[in-house]
């Protein structure tokens, strides 16, 4: 699932900071001299968007762990294009935290052994666990408002339809299977005595035909049960929306608190 690195073109340095970017950016004088080079760098407007702040702040925090772990031009350069390209390959695959991680040191592996041409040895043993240390206590302790803010939502409609046509009946048994009836002849009624005169007998009265049962379900009981049915789906649907916009605001007011934040305290 992930993609395979392979050869010299694994190797990111230089991919997006030249020597000359990195000492520009190193050599600003505030947050804001450095945010506008990096943006320019970057090819963003003037005005960057929602999503291109929120990836300036990133790249700028990348650019403020290098400087304080004393990278070289070449070891900051490197960490940049690869916390970039595995961003990029998160917002690309819509990679789980899992699969992100396992690409993340892949691409980190890649630069930190001398064997080429499968990998160069930018960063030494006590550089990798600086930078995994870095990166699980900033982009993946936030992994899932970075996905939230730069990959597509996805969203469960729930659709239900009755189904009117009637199902015809099981097919009966052959006449060859059938079991026969026994039928019974009535005994002839004695002779009556003499003088004796015999009361009529009534004549049991005759059962109600099965047709007059009411076998089929009436339409008032099939109207009642579809909208039972209806109902519960609906509040199931009412239920999702509001947990899908508790969620939603909770995340907004993240960002709205990063973006709020002084730059000085965006770490």
């Known amino acids: 699932f992930l993609p395979a690195l392979s050869g010299m073109a694994a190797s990111l340095l230089w991919a997006d900071l030249s020597a000359e970017d990195v000492t520009l950016l190193q050599g600003a004088r505030d ?11 970057m090819g963003f407007a003037a005005e960057p968007v929602p999503k291109e702040r929120v990836l300036l702040e990133f790249y700028l925090n990348t650019l403020r762990f290098a400087a304080e772990s ?20 998160m917002v690309r695959g819509y990679l789980s935290i899992e699969q992100s991680l396992q690409y993340f040191q892949q691409l ?10 499968y990998s160069v040895g930018i960063f030494n043993f006590k550089d990798i666990q600086l930078i995994t240390d870095y990166v699980n206590s900033t982009y993946y302790k936030n992994f899932k408002l970075f996905q939230y803010c730069f990959t597509q939502s996805h969203t469960l409609v729930l659709t239900s339809r009755s189904n009117p046509a009637e199902t015809a009946p099981p097919a009966f048994l052959p006449l060859a299977e059938a079991v026969p009836v026994r039928v019974v002849e009535p005994a002839p009624a004695a002779a009556p005595a003499d003088g004796v005169v015999e009361a009529p007998v009534a004549e049991p009265e005759a059962s109600p035909a099965a047709e007059d049962l009411g076998l089929d379900v009436p339409d008032d009981v099939k109207d009642a049960i579809l909208r039972k049915i209806q109902s519960e789906v609906a509040k199931l649907q009412q239920e999702m929306d509001v947990a899908h916009q508790e969620r939603e605001a909770r995340l907004l007011q993240k960002i709205a608190a990063l973006e709020a934040a002084p730059p000085g305290k965006n770490k």
């Open 31 to 41: 947050v804001a001299e450095a945010r506008r080079n990096l943006a320019a760098i």
């Open 70 to 89: 004393k990278f070289t031009v070449e070891k900051t350069s490197a960490l940049f294009s690869i916390l970039k390209g595995n961003h990029e390959e």
């Open 108 to 117: 980190l592996l890649t630069h930190a052994v001398q064997r080429p041409p």
